[in-house]
């Protein structure tokens, strides 16, 4: 079993040496032995702080070739005129290739783990694996957008378990409750409980949305997954703009997880989620970027700063605090996705952020925390670890100027068959 001991680190206010056997944090707390650093990779951490890395909980990963393409508008004639068209002219490859990008800027923004609702997963998988981060990856369905053969064919390879790994599996995404009606949406979750999947969605984004499925359905959106019998701890749902206080008291009840996307809702005008609500509904809240094309970029820490002046905006200056808002990017991120991970500490998969102290944004220290989530950015980001390994070392990443130099050129291409 593979061996890093993390020496001199700072950890909490202290000074610590921190094993990671194999996946996991073997030693955080306690002192190391000499049989520790038998055959151990030691990596001098003096001057940097160990803190849990980001996880995305929603995003459209390849949309990164769209990110600046149309912006500043309302989001129905955004999707209609403007987003699907572009995303109509885009291949397997050119998604691997946005994917790749995705990945690349968000492992230099400090997330290990995203949650991705888009086409050819396969590609998407296949770059998560290549670049050692983490992914919760959807089979989506769109009726609107896919023929009775295309959403056979995904149950199909739901089935089969295609291209999973340890660090990256599959999740069954119905799209909305405007693109998927009653019958597969009942198909989709009772295919996730079989599969032991997740199964997440768009829910109550804008008040277009909630307003046309109590006029259809008689409900609001989250009363009616309650109705579908959706609702459960595997059940993950994006955005949560517009939810009623009986909402959130279904989701809480229920053990569903809202994931709030702040900074697109607001560029979209979509609204701004009620938080203190969530928070006092017991309801657990996680945070994600959406896509780059609506944000426009995939950095969680923004999103966590947002989150968390929205809240105090929303209600008192003391809600939503450094240490919370942190805990909503990283370690409720991983528990909504059931991934053991999101804080440092021993028996949790090894993920991490080694962030610099001497970075400008983190000084003076009266407060670590309150400095990363309220002064810092991703400047002060030194090296990343997932599942033991270390993904980005001294701010570097393996070939990361080529996979800029490809996306620049697929942007291109795609725009000019639009």
Same mark, same amino acid.
């Given at each position: ?14 000074v ?9 944090f ?5 002192? =190391? ?7 151990a ?20 990963a ?12 309302? *989001?129905?004639e955004?999707?209609?005129n403007?987003?699907?068209?572009f ?18 800027e ?17 590609r ?20 609107g957008?896919?023929? &009775?053969?295309?959403?056979?064919? &995904? ?19 119905? $799209?909305?409750?405007?693109m998927v009606?009653?019958?597969?949406f009942?198909r ?6 079989e599969?032991?999947?997740i199964? $997440?969605?768009?829910?109550s984004e ?17 009363? =009616? ?13 994006? $955005? ?14 229920s ?13 979209l ?9 969530? *928070?006092?509904s017991?309801?657990?809240?996680a ?8 944000? &426009? ?6 999103e966590m700063?947002?989150?968390? =002046? ?35 500490a ?10 610099? =102290?001497k970075?400008e944004r983190? &000084? ?17 980001i ?14 570097h990443i393996?070939?990361?100027e080529?996979?800029?130099r ?7 291409s ?5």
């Amino acid at each position: 079993m593979s061996k890093i001991i993390l020496k001199s680190v700072m950890f909490q206010g202290q000074v610590r040496d921190i094993l990671i056997s194999g996946k996991k944090f073997s030693k955080v707390f306690r002192p =190391l032995t000499p049989k520790d650093f038998d055959k151990a990779e030691i990596v001098d951490c003096s001057g940097l702080a160990i803190l849990p890395p980001f996880y995305n909980g929603h995003c459209h990963a390849a949309m990164t070739l769209l990110r600046g393409y149309a912006d500043d508008m309302p *989001l129905q004639e955004w999707l209609q005129n403007h987003i699907w068209p572009f995303e109509g002219k885009m291949t397997p490859k050119d998604i691997e290739i946005g994917s790749r990008l995705a990945v690349l800027e968000m492992i230099k923004s400090g997330t290990v783990f995203f949650a991705d609702m888009y086409w050819h997963r396969e590609r998407t998988m296949k770059v998560v694996k290549e670049m050692g981060i983490r992914a919760s990856i959807g089979v989506t369905f769109a009726q609107g957008l896919m023929t &009775n053969e295309a959403i056979e064919n &995904n149950f199909k390879f739901i089935k089969d378990h295609k291209f999973e790994s340890d660090r990256v599996k599959l999740a069954v995404m119905p $799209h909305s409750i405007y693109m998927v009606g009653e019958a597969l949406f009942k198909r989709c979750a009772k295919t996730a409980r079989e599969e032991e999947m997740i199964l $997440h969605t768009h829910l109550s984004e804008t008040a277009k949305e909630v307003k046309d499925c109590k006029k259809k359905d008689g409900c609001s959106p989250v009363e =009616l997954m309650d109705r579908y019998g959706v609702l459960g701890d595997n059940f993950v749902a994006a $955005h949560c703009v517009h939810l009623s206080e009986q909402d959130m008291a279904l989701m809480a009840e229920s053990g569903s997880a809202a994931v709030l996307n702040p900074c697109s809702n607001l560029k979209l005008n979509s609204g701004i989620p009620k938080i203190p609500k969530m *928070l006092d509904s017991g309801m657990l809240v996680a945070l994600g970027t959406d896509g780059a094309s609506s944000n &426009n970029n995939l950095d969680m820490h923004e999103e966590m700063k947002v989150a968390s =002046l929205l809240a105090k905006a929303l209600g008192k200056a003391d809600i939503l605090n450094a240490d919370d808002a942190l805990k909503m990017a990283t370690a409720s991120g991983a528990m909504a996705y059931g991934v053991e991970a999101g804080v440092i500490a021993e028996g949790f998969l090894a993920d991490a952020l080694l962030v610099d =102290l001497k970075n400008e944004r983190l &000084n003076p220290r009266h407060n670590l925390v309150s400095n990363w989530v309220y002064a810092a950015d991703s400047s002060a980001i030194h090296s990343v670890i997932c599942d033991g390994k270390f993904v980005m070392k001294n701010r570097h990443i393996d070939g990361e100027e080529d996979i800029v130099r490809e996306a620049e050129a697929c942007a291109k291409s795609i725009a000019s068959r639009c």
